[in-house]
């Protein structure tokens, strides 16, 4: 193990195939006992991809950080329209990278996810924070994008008497690549959960659950999740 | 008026001396209508500050917005020993330069202050995001270097499909240079509070009472403040 990772990594988990492939390959690179996992609560539609996040967590046995950042959405992000924030919004379908799907968009949230996994990662004395945006995510989420991560890891350079290294290992693999590396590790993919409705099932319609259809179809793996 | 003023601004309002002149500033340049202040409960000792904070958003009769993240204290923040987020840890006396002030340093503040300000900047469709790091911070405090807010800018550029400015006016200025203008702009410099111990009068004694007397001093205007 390098000393940097023996100091640490948070790693951003938002219940998703990809956050919880990268949480497995953390845990596999670091152990365990120098992960903590962090998700925020800013009132999305999908909370119950917070209930992924806390099972996938406690898979590996690493402390879970959820961070309530409900009260945003009466502030912060007054006036935005997106579906994963205001109900009255209808949530998109068809294919994730469809112009439609801006509408999903969670106005900055890599930036503030990043900043707050960064605190955490300050606080703690640790080294690095790892996210899990990926090549495909680019045609749609301009905070996915490889040039925003690249200001975002020199800021967090940065930030503190001490440099936090951002990993994002998948900046370069497509979602299929994550979901055939997320195999290859025994990632508990079954627990992850993609959907913005935000349902008790994946509704096999929204532009995430058409998107991880494919990934698993594409990488070869047999996929576990119940689509209604 | 420029289109880029028409469009709006988030101005980040401590509650301090030059968060107060910048809000005079951005107003005077931008009209009260097209300017979002916005303050942080981060759980910080010195809450008082978010009183002078709304006091001083009054005063120009701008809207604004407090965001709640005290939940970070026992979460994200474990770990730190800011004095100005454990009330077990002393609020160092004496210079705002020295190395003893290293233990008000609250983890990552600005990172996560300006990617909330972004957030309400791009769901109002707004075109920037002010901030008042000036040029005296930087020796205590590492995201108030020109490198971080470089960075920050760079990222703030990229996190959306329309760039946010950030605007850090007194990056290059002292804060006798930063209390002139306040002078020059009548900004309501007294209902400003800067004060780590957080009580109801300036203790005159911390580092931010020093600086903040020095910069009166410094610029020959009067200091309405009441030290204890």
Redesign the interface.
């Known amino acids: 193990m390098t000393e940097q990772n023996m100091r640490g990594t948070v790693v951003l988990l938002s219940g998703g195939m990809d956050s919880c492939v990268l949480l497995a390959k953390t845990v596999n690179e670091c152990d365990a006992d120098n992960v903590v996992a ?1 998700s925020v609560d800013y009132g999305q539609r999908h909370w119950v991809e917070l209930e992924a996040a806390r099972a996938i967590a406690l898979h590996y046995e690493v402390e879970h ?5 409900g ?2 959405v009466t ?6 329209q997106s579906s994963q924030l205001n109900p009255s919004v209808e949530v998109p379908h068809g294919h994730y990278a469809d112009d439609t799907m ?1 509408a999903t ?1 969670v ?6 996810l ?3 996994a ?3 990662a ?4 640790y080294a690095a924070v790892a996210y899990a945006a990926h090549a495909g995510d680019h045609a749609v989420y ?2 996915c ?1 490889r ?2 991560a690249d ?2 890891a ?8 001490d440099a936090i290294q951002l990993r994002r290992p998948f900046i370069g693999m497509s979602k299929a690549e994550v979901c055939r590396l997320g195999a290859d590790l025994a990632a508990p993919l079954g627990l992850s959960y993609s959907c913005y409705e935000g349902g008790p099932q994946h509704c096999g319609k929204c532009g995430t659950c058409v998107e991880r259809k494919e990934a698993f179809a594409d990488a070869g793996v047999d996929d576990p999740t119940d689509y209604a």
């Open positions: 962090l950080i959820v961070v309530p950042l009260a945003l502030g912060v992000f007054t006036g935005n801006r968009v106005p900055n949230r890599n930036m503030i990043l900043s707050l960064t605190a955490a300050v606080s703690r004395r301009p905070d994008r040039v925003f200001s975002m020199d800021a967090m350079q940065l930030c503190d008497y």
